[in-house]
């Protein structure tokens, strides 16, 4: 049974920067691909970015492109989510999942097996 435990959610104005940060308990971290998805009220969750297990491919929904940057340390089963150049509606809760089947390439939240508890980020204009 692999925890994933979200951290570095909060309130930032639009603009602005915020590294969300996922630690994984578990002992084959590094063979999972790790995605960051985002669920605003009333909404379906959305997949952002994805991560490969080697941590050298990664991709990334159109809306996030260019703004923000996932990014993982394997050594400290650590999966990191840098926003930049933040939004409104970047507004949501903010998960992280494991996806414990595939190196790499799984975007639908069907695909992942293990979820974090979700972080909150609002962005304010």
């Known amino acids: 049974q692999e925890q994933l435990v979200e951290s570095g959610g909060g309130l930032v104005q639009a603009g602005g920067s915020l590294r969300l940060s996922c630690t994984a308990t578990?002992?084959?971290?590094?063979?999972?691909?790790m995605g960051w998805f985002r669920q605003a009220p009333g909404k379906p969750r959305e997949f952002v970015a994805t991560?490969?297990?080697?941590?050298?491919?990664?991709n990334y929904a159109d809306s996030v492109q260019g703004r923000f940057t996932v990014s993982r340390d394997n050594a400290k089963s650590v999966v990191y989510l840098q926003m930049s150049s933040l939004k409104p509606e970047d507004t949501a809760v903010y998960y992280c999942?494991?996806?414990?089947?595939?190196?790499?390439?799984?975007?639908?939240?069907?695909?992942?097996?293990?979820w974090g508890q979700g972080t909150q980020v609002t962005v304010s204009s």
């Open positions: 991560i490969g297990a080697r941590g050298s491919n990664t």
């Open positions: 578990g002992s084959t971290f590094r063979t999972y691909t």
């Open positions: 999942a494991a996806d414990v089947d595939r190196e790499f390439g799984a975007i639908l939240v069907s695909e992942y097996d293990y």
